[in-house]
């Protein structure tokens, strides 16, 4: 329930304690709502969430049980209701529900939510696909390429095309980018389908989620509480984990700096935490150490669910200021030092010991600690939670139904995906160029051969031509020279002739310069 400046959530258990309050200026530091299954970590989380709806925070939350879209519905009055609500002494307590919007990844009922592959990132990607270290280079320098060739990657058939793409002209790129191996090609293209058999093709896609439509408030001024459909997406836990790991990630990278505010502009619940960091690879849990450290200055709560703190890395747990414990069951020695662990992240309370209360607390009991009004945790109470003013069970038909006419524009605004030009079709037309180019090649290395073949026989003709010319030029030199030696004779039989033979070895010697030829 709101009051003032604060959600109060439970009442301690001692007699003297005073209301359990979550300060809405404090909300942004971050919390853990942990327990055992069936302890209430479910109304726990409504009683947070629809106190932050009524301050006018937008709230995200994925229902992977099927019970949360009772947020929408109001409680019922029952008798077990009203004993509760005067065993806390409750003054005005009323039965409502939150505004509401269902969304889905699967294809279901809701409003359809999408990312494209671009907004995923090779990273995330690599990790949904669970690739090796040099798999997951190879998908670093596919999406490298395709920024490069500014090419789309919307879809799974966008990624498929691309990947086969580089992989037939690796040899081109080999040299800018790097060794492209045909097995590592080949093994993300056996991954992806397993994520198309998961509903990748319904996801992945457009129109891509603009997350400022999970920011928006009601005319009422409460704000809207934003449920995935995660019942069926449950069960492909890498998608589910990589899609919030994506919101998350969004929120942090869109999201303007805010300082310190009177409260959130956003709070995000990471229900099955778990799930997130199972066989984490160091980079991505980097990264969300770093995002959960300084997302807080841009005005998001981030609350992580899940059954034990020790399902959460240290470097993530120690940024969690607010504190709900549930029951915890301890059966074996790695359960006991959960436990322990659990217990000495509180500040101590010297009325009980910590350790053993978690093991005693019931059904809808917590230790609680959150941050008072200078950012310091408070010391830990053992505290009921209070009942939440909506619907505890799963949201009627008839409420669903109002849920989802009420929000008939981004139906309109998502309802039909859109497949417009990206890689896919862009690498064809990339192809029918390379053809045609390949084409255009073949014909001027063939017109090249021709010409070069012409120009080669010209030059022989030219040749031959120079030859005959020679051989003409020679024939009539010597016919020249014969018709000279002829001259000389008939002078010389003249000379004979008429001077006789002393005569005319003495004229010809004259006439050649006294030379005997």
């Known amino acids: 329930m709101l009051n003032d400046n604060a959600i109060w959530m439970g009442v301690g258990a001692e007699p003297d304690c005073n209301h359990v309050n979550l300060l809405l200026n404090q909300a942004n530091r971050h919390g853990l709502i942990a327990g055992a299954s069936g302890t209430g970590k479910t109304v726990t989380l409504k009683v947070m969430a629809e106190g932050f709806s009524k301050a006018g925070v937008p709230v995200f939350m994925a229902d992977v049980k099927g019970d949360i879209t009772g947020m929408c519905s109001p409680g019922e009055d029952t008798e077990d209701m009203q004993k509760r609500i005067k065993k806390f002494g409750i003054e005005g307590f009323t039965y409502e529900g939150c505004p509401t919007r269902v969304w889905d990844m699967t294809g279901g009922e809701g409003i359809p939510v999408r990312v494209t592959i671009s907004d995923m990132g090779p990273t995330m990607l690599a990790r949904l696909l669970e690739l090796t270290e040099v ?176 399902d959460i890395p240290d470097e993530v747990l120690a940024q969690l200021s607010s504190r709900i414990q549930h029951g915890l069951r301890a059966y074996t020695p790695a359960e006991q030092k959960a436990v322990r662990a659990a217990a000495e992240s509180f500040r101590e309370n010297p009325a009980f010991k910590s350790e053993d209360v978690i093991l005693e607390l019931g059904t809808g009991e917590a230790l609680v600690s959150f941050l008072n009004e200078d950012g310091q945790p408070e010391v830990v109470e053992r505290a009921k939670i209070l009942p939440p003013q909506c ?122 310069g006294g030379r005997r030829r």
């Not at 992989?167 to 080949?186: D, M, R």
């Not at 992806?192 to 509903?199: F, R, V, Y």
């Not at 150490?289 to 841009?298: A, G, H, N, T």
């Not at 003409?472 to 002739?497: H, S, Y």
């Open 391 to 512: 619907l505890m069970a799963a949201a009627p038909e008839a409420d669903l139904k109002a849920a989802f006419d009420g929000q008939a524009d981004l139906m309109k605004k998502y309802g039909e995906a859109v497949d417009r030009e990206s890689a896919f079709e862009q690498i064809d037309d990339l192809k029918e160029e390379a053809e045609k180019a390949a084409k255009e090649e073949e014909e001027r290395k063939k017109r090249e051969e021709e010409e070069a073949i012409k120009e080669k026989a010209k030059a022989k003709a030219k040749e031959k031509a120079a030859i005959r010319a020679e051989e003409r030029k020679q024939r009539a030199r010597e016919k020249q020279q014969e018709q000279v030696m002829k001259g000389i004779g008939k002078v010389a039989t003249t000379l004979f002739n008429t001077f006789g033979r002393e005569a005319t070895k003495q004229i010809t010697r004259n006439l050649f």
């Open 135 to 310: 798999q997951e280079g190879v998908l670093d320098i596919v999406f490298r390429i395709a920024d490069d060739k500014q090419l789309l990657l919307i879809d799974l058939k966008d990624l498929r095309s691309m990947l086969t793409y580089v992989s037939e002209n690796a040899k081109e790129y080999e040299t800018t980018y790097g060794k492209v191996s045909s097995q590592s090609i080949g093994a993300i293209l056996r991954q992806l389908i397993s994520i198309e058999d998961q509903g990748g093709e319904i996801f992945f896609g457009e129109p891509a989620l603009d997350l400022a439509d999970w920011f928006a408030c009601a005319e009422n001024g409460q704000g809207y509480v934003n449920i995935l459909n995660a019942a069926k997406l449950i069960q492909s836990p890498q998608i589910y984990a990589m899609f919030l790991l994506w919101m998350l990630s969004e929120l942090f990278d869109t999201l303007p700096e805010e300082g310190d505010l009177d409260k959130p502009k956003f709070v995000f619940f990471f229900d099955e935490a778990h799930l997130l960091f199972n066989d984490m690879p160091s980079e991505l849990l980097d990264k969300i150490v770093q995002v959960v450290k300084l997302i807080r200055s841009k005005g998001v709560g981030v609350y992580f669910i899940t059954q034990s703190p020790s």
